[in-house]
């Protein structure tokens, strides 16, 4: 039986951890995960790890040889310079690119960010390395998909735990208006989506925006989180937002160790994060998970 190889990066973080075992889907399938850490202890059948560093395309090329696509799901997030999200997310990208093509796969799936869409990314370096890495993408030659999941919720989201502390705090503190819309997405149906769509070959060039079927603003989400997490709502407190995206963004990277957010991550309070059409729906398959069950999964994991 001939067997089909993925190269799948990211697989050791939130959203890999949960597409693995969907890729991994029996012994047809090889995924080989390229990591600089330890070989998860529970790995499933099928995935085969190798230490490797995307900065450092030397030490992955070979794996890329006799695979049929590409995975990218591997993505500096959280607190960094501006430079490193652009070597990270950027140019580790249009690397990756590269030794792919040379490699002679001509597949290529891209995990974006919904954030790629805010009007304004000056203060969000994050979301502008992912616009570079989108354009690399679509300047290549690869027959190529590229998703943009809208606020990742589920399991144990990052994000979730985020928007948790404020939602657990004495008062509630809201940024700006509280008005900003978003569209929130289960992990576990990132993960099926964006399996369904390697699994039926679909790389046709295109850009998905992939969020959940509920839709609302940034302040109802967090009063929601807030009663699950506390049985009631409590007072709200409204904070400026724009003054301080404005500061943070010209002083943040000494202090990023001390700080409790950045100019970036304050960026979806005055964003909205919603999808500019419904994503199509891949062999039965799309986002369905609603957002009192993705609030109610956060509370689960609080232990």
Not at 83 to 107: H, M, Y
Not at 172 to 200: I, K, M, S, T
Not at 218 to 231: H, I, K, S, W
Request: net charge neutral; hydrophobic share 45%; with cysteine.
């Amino acid at each position: 039986m001939a067997v089909q190889r993925i190269f799948l990066t990211g697989a050791t973080g939130f959203v890999g951890s949960w597409l693995l075992p969907r890729l991994a889907t029996g012994p047809g399938v090889e995924v080989v995960c390229p990591t600089r850490g330890a070989e998860p202890t529970a790995a499933p059948m099928g995935a085969r790890f190798v230490q490797a560093d995307l900065e450092r395309p030397d030490t992955y090329a070979a794996q890329l040889e006799g695979a049929s696509c590409v995975v990218h799901a591997a993505a500096r997030t959280g607190k960094a310079r501006a430079s490193e999200f652009e070597r990270a997310n950027a140019v580790a990208t249009g690397e990756l690119v590269e030794r792919a093509k040379a490699a002679g796969v001509a597949r290529f799936l891209f995990v974006s960010t919904i954030a790629v869409r805010y009007p304004d990314k000056r203060a969000y370096a994050y979301a502008r390395s992912k616009e570079t890495a989108e354009e690399i993408v679509r300047a290549s030659d690869l027959a190529y998909t590229i998703v943009r999941p809208t606020v990742i919720l589920g399991g144990r989201s990052p994000l979730a735990d985020s928007l948790g502390k404020l939602a657990r705090a004495p008062v509630l503190p809201v940024f700006g208006d509280g008005r900003a819309r978003v569209q929130p997405v289960h992990v576990r149906d990132v993960a099926e989506y964006v399996a369904a769509l390697v699994h039926a070959g679909r790389f046709v060039r295109e850009t998905i925006d992939l969020g959940g079927p509920d839709v609302l603003t940034l302040e109802d989400l967090l009063r929601r989180m807030r009663v699950a997490a506390r049985g009631s709502e409590g007072p709200v407190l409204h904070l400026p937002v724009r003054l301080p995206i404005a500061v943070l963004s010209k002083v943040e990277e000494p202090i990023l160790g001390l700080l409790p957010f950045t100019a970036g991550q304050l960026s979806a309070f005055v964003n909205d994060g919603l999808c500019a059409e419904e994503p199509p729906e891949i062999d039965g398959v799309r986002p369905r998970t609603g957002v009192d069950e993705m609030v109610a999964d956060w509370v689960g994991g609080l232990g």
